[in-house]
């Protein structure tokens, strides 16, 4: 069997499973993001997340999580909705996390997935990722064409906009590799004006410490006051770069049943959430990505915009 072949089988495996686009690079150093990841660092533009200090080799170079890994297959998996919250002034959810939590749905599809590709061409090793390693995701899959690196410093993929969950599968399989694609932001900054904590500093590179997502869910302390009036009504996460983002004309309603929200979620008004209890916290969110908050921070975040 040849690298063409391994690439047909594990394409067509991946698109069964319900991954919407998948490509592949050829697993190696990522020497051009060094300089960046060094010089994001130094800017201490990850605030307190200090692990993306952690690894900073094993980022750089997948065959230091996988020895002797050849490929880096990159998967995306749609999580647009057109459905949103009914209560207009209640607080806001990101679209990602109205569902089950993505690292455990598309974890198991990525096991499935390997488990495949042993089936029909062999012994191969490999290791899945989902958003939980040191691994430079947004890198790998713009080098294998699935879309290109936005303002924002998220994936744009042009038949599809920008709603996606990223995913890696390393293995130590040859495979033939895809090319990486033009940028087609072009003039646009909608993203950069829209962002109404300044966080996109420039082209491509994002304050973490100062985007509304880190805000709400990272941050463990208190929110400081000068953010006070600019979160816009965001409890978790934040959309607005992508609600502006014209790409996203062309995103379409996902297929996955695990990331229908739970009946409540939706109808939940303003004084609901103001009068939020822990156990209908823990009945909403049961299977959901909101729970890395715990009950404390997500009424933290919601009496922070009470304060508005």
């Not at 739970?262 to 822990?278: G, I, K, N």
């Amino acid at each position: 069997m040849d690298r063409r072949q391994h690439t047909k089988i594990v394409k067509e495996a991946a698109y069964h499973l319900g991954f919407d686009y998948v490509g592949v690079s050829k697993a190696d150093y990522l020497e051009e993001d060094a300089a960046h990841l060094e010089e994001w660092l130094k800017r201490n533009y990850q605030g307190q997340m200090h692990y993306m200090a952690n690894h900073f080799d094993k980022r750089l170079d997948p065959r230091k999580l996988v020895p002797g890994a050849k490929s880096v297959v990159s998967l995306l998996y749609n999580h647009y909705t057109e459905k949103t919250q009914k209560d207009s002034e209640a607080p806001k959810i990101s679209k990602y996390a109205y569902g089950q939590d993505y690292h455990f749905v598309i974890k198991a599809k990525l096991k499935e997935l390997l488990e495949t590709i042993r089936d029909k061409i062999g012994e191969v090793e490999g290791r899945c990722f989902v958003d939980s390693a040191p691994v430079m995701e947004r890198t790998w899959a713009a080098k294998s064409g699935l879309g290109w690196v936005g303002k924002h410093s998220l994936l744009i993929n042009k038949q599809a906009g920008s709603y996606f969950f990223l995913a890696e599968l390393i293995i130590d399989l040859e495979m033939e590799t895809d090319g990486p694609i033009k940028d087609y932001c072009g003039t646009c900054t909608r993203c950069i004006d829209a962002c109404p904590t300044d966080a996109i500093v420039e082209n491509q590179v994002v304050d973490g410490s100062k985007c509304i997502s880190y805000f709400t869910i990272e941050l463990k302390e208190s929110i400081p006051n000068e953010m006070k009036g600019k979160f816009e009504n965001w409890m978790f996460g934040c959309d607005i770069c992508q609600e502006v983002c014209p790409w996203n004309r062309f995103a379409q309603p996902h297929q996955e049943s695990a990331f229908e929200p739970h009946p409540d979620l939706l109808e939940m008004s303003q004084r609901d959430w103001q009068e939020l209890t822990e156990e209908t916290f823990r009945k909403v969110f049961k299977k959901s990505a909101v729970k890395r908050t715990k009950f404390k921070g997500l009424t933290r975040n919601i009496d922070f915009l009470k304060e508005e």
